[in-house]
Structures are given as structure tokens and as C-alpha cells.
């Protein structure tokens, strides 16, 4: 009986998988406008080819859950959450748009999460709030200094429907994990390939990434994580500062 679950998430992981990979290809050509919503379900499975790139993540992802998590709806809604960040991850960087489709899945989710923890609802909706507020915000102030767009509105929404999945908590530590990354990756990209100032660069992933992390780390853990390292950066400054002053 202990096998069935991991069972279980290994049929998911490979329905899903396939469906990915298919909309992967998909999605872009309808959220361009280049072709309608009739000619894209008209041509959804005829066009359909296996594809064991995402089937294989999944398998790993999916039983991961069972194994660090165990076998509760938590598990299961993130298996539909994981569907829609893998959807952002790769139509962002390869189109840099995120489909309001995923925005519409991570909901859902959220919503049956949201019923499930009534007693919190106050931070499920502060957290769609502040998660889209934090890159709403960040982009009107891109927008008055560099005059130009810093974030899409894909990524407030994306954050916002994160927000209300994951409540206040959970969002503030996708924003660190996200910006962490994105600035790591940013500095690697400046150096090893000189792209220039202008050139746009993707922020779904990171935020993807910032939330399959919290899923298997949780929030508390994260915090307690950068509070150390915030203390570990301050002690270092300050000692910086006190042997200059000495000198």
C-alpha cells in the first residue's frame, strides 16, 4: 500500500508530462495571436509527438513530493502548480511571455487550497495583494527612472496568483529566492556574454524556481536562512568598517 501513492504520482507525471510538452509548443502561437483558440484545439492532438524531456522532471518532482511531503492534497495541488511553472519557465525565456492560462491553473489550485485553510484566508489574499504589488510597483518605478518596462505584467499576475497559493509568507520568500537568482544570473550574463543594458531578461523563471524551492524548503526555513546570512553580511561590513577606521 505504501508503493500506491508514488504509483499514483508516476502515472500523473507522465499524463503531464505529455500535456507540457504539447503546450509548450502551443500555447505561444495562441497567446500571440498568430493562430485562434479554434485552430489551436483543432490541432492539438494532431500535431501531438511524445515528448520524455518533461515526463522525466515530473517523475522526479512528483514522487519527490510524496517522499519529503507524504501523501496529502498539499502534494497533489502542487503536482497542478508544477504543470503551470514549467509552462512559464520555458515559453518566458524562449518567448518572454507568460500565458494567462498558468496564472488561471496556479488559481484554481489556490483556491481549493484557500477553502481547505479557510482559518488563514486573511494571508492567502494579503499575499496575492503584496506579491502583485511588489512588481507592480517595481515596474512604475523602472518605468519614472529608466523609462523603460522592468517587469511585464505577466510576472504581477503570476506573482499575485502565487500570492494567493502560498499566502503572505510564502510570497515574500519567492520574491527574495527570485531576486537572488535573477541577480546571480544577471551578473553571469553581463560577464560572460556582455549583454547589453537594454536587452530584456525573462523574470518568470526565477520566480518558478522561487516557488518550487519553497515548496520543498518552506518559508520559515528560508527566513531563518536570510536573517543568517543578512547577520553574517552585516558582522563582515561592520568589521570591514571598524579596520578601516583603525587604519
Known amino acids: ?7 499514483v504520482m508516476s502515472i500523473l507525471a507522465i499524463i503531464f508530462g505529455q500535456l507540457v510538452g504539447q ?20 490541432t492539438f492532438f494532431t500535431d501531438f509527438k511524445i515528448d520524455f524531456k518533461y515526463t522525466i ?38 518567448y518572454q511571455l507568460i500565458p ?27 499575499g496575492a495583494f503584496v506579491g502583485g504589488a511588489i512588481f507592480w510597483l517595481l515596474n512604475l518605478l523602472t518605468l ?14 503570476l506573482m499575485a496568483s502565487l500570492g494567493f497559493m502560498f499566502g503572505i509568507k510564502g510570497i515574500i520568500v519567492i520574491a527574495l529566492i527570485a531576486f ?3 541577480a546571480i544570473v ?15 531578461m525573462p523574470f518568470g523563471p526565477f520566480i518558478a524556481l ?19 546570512f543578512c547577520s553574517f553580511i552585516g558582522n563582515k561590513i561592520t568589521d570591514l568598517i571598524f579596520l578601516i577606521m583603525k587604519k
Open 1 to 7: 500500500m505504501q508503493y500506491i501513492p508514488y504509483i
Open 23 to 42: 503546450l509548450n509548443k502551443k500555447l505561444p502561437p495562441v497567446v500571440c495571436e498568430k493562430i485562434t483558440y479554434k485552430e489551436y484545439y483543432k
Open 57 to 94: 522532471i515530473f517523475l522526479i518532482l512528483y514522487n519527490s513530493f510524496i517522499y519529503f511531503l507524504g501523501n496529502n492534497v498539499t502534494s497533489y495541488l502542487y503536482t497542478i502548480i508544477i504543470v503551470a511553472l514549467t509552462i512559464v519557465f520555458y515559453v518566458d525565456i524562449k
Open 100 to 126: 494567462d492560462e498558468t496564472h488561471i491553473i496556479i488559481l484554481l489550485a489556490g483556491l481549493i487550497n484557500f477553502i481547505l485553510n479557510i482559518n488563514n484566508w486573511w494571508s492567502y489574499l494579503l
Open 144 to 157: 519614472a527612472i529608466l523609462k523603460k518596462e522592468g517587469m511585464g505584467f505577466g510576472d504581477v499576475k
Open 180 to 182: 537572488f537568482i535573477g
Open 186 to 200: 544577471g551578473v553571469f550574463i553581463l560577464i560572460i556574454k556582455r549583454k547589453e543594458d537594454s536587452a530584456y
Open 210 to 228: 522561487g516557488a518550487i524551492i519553497l515548496m520543498f524548503t518552506g518559508a520559515q526555513y528560508i527566513i531563518e536562512l536570510y536573517i543568517i
